[in-house]
């Protein structure tokens, strides 16, 4: 009789408490597939990124970034993924989004170490750079800050990002040359949107820089693995005619090509160029011998 009791009461208690439902994570819009190389086709990305300027100042380490002689990876449309209802959207055209599933894409990390002051100065940056190949006009990039080399969820926001030098936090920036449009990244701090993180990066054995900004580092090919959720893209006032936002949504915890630079200056690296703290999107322009 005790125990009858004992139960009862129980089930009286857990009657009045809150159900805990699992947290079920939305398919994201685009997933990463490795597949081969088509004939002469990874000769053809390395020579339009080399002569285009397509991934900005990270252009001339093409060969670097797609050193796998026989594969790639690429994003492609989730079939798992379903388009937001309009009135959840709050404006942002999943229709129109500029990211799609034939742009190439890359990850960096720049690792940039000044011991020419006091104290040293250390800048990492690891980021997610792509461009429509169709038109190389048309680039944008995700990157974070920060003295870690992976990273959770961490907020898209360039007014952030900039505020802090280019330091801290995350931003990005997408444009197209051809209509002077931009797109500066950073939307609302919301759970499990908008968001960039790298979960884990693997590269090989480095090799010497002989030219350019980072000259006497060292540069060597890997892999990169994350996620960009929902990240927010708004079109810059009177910059050009655009979409007026969109949002980029990409799992590529399946790893993408990617490459790393460490520059320890004022030895052995001799030129410490920190690009990126310049005001973003216009870092884009950087690389460009067309223009």
Known sequence: MKNLVVLASLAIVCASCDSVEPVVEEPQQ?????????PGERAATISQIESTGALAFFSPFASTIFSDPDSVR?????????????????????SLARFADNWTMAGIRLESYNDSQVPPDTLIWTG???????????????????AGTTFG?????????????NRTGAGGGEVDLGS??????????IPNRNTFEVASQTYGAGSTISTGPWLGGTQSGGTMAGRAKRVVFNLVPLS???VASFE???????????MRIVCNFPTPCTTNVPLLREPLP??????????
């Open 30 to 38: 685009y997933i990463v597939v490795k597949r081969a190389w088509a």
């Open 74 to 94: 690429e994003a492609q449309l989730n079939p798992a993924w379903v388009a937001a209802a309009p009135a959840s959207t709050a404006g942002l055209m999943f």
């Open 128 to 146: 997610l750079f792509f461009f429509n190949p169709s038109n190389t006009d048309q680039r944008g990039f995700i990157i974070r800050g920060g």
């Open 153 to 165: 969820p961490t907020n898209v926001s360039n007014a952030s990002f900039e505020a802090s030098g």
């Open 180 to 189: 002077g449009a931009e797109w500066s990244a950073g939307g609302p701090t």
């Open 240 to 242: 050009g005619p655009g």
């Open 248 to 258: 980029i949504d990409l799992d590529f915890r399946g790893g993408i090509q990617a």
């Open 282 to 291: 216009a870092l884009l322009t950087r690389g460009t011998s067309a223009r």
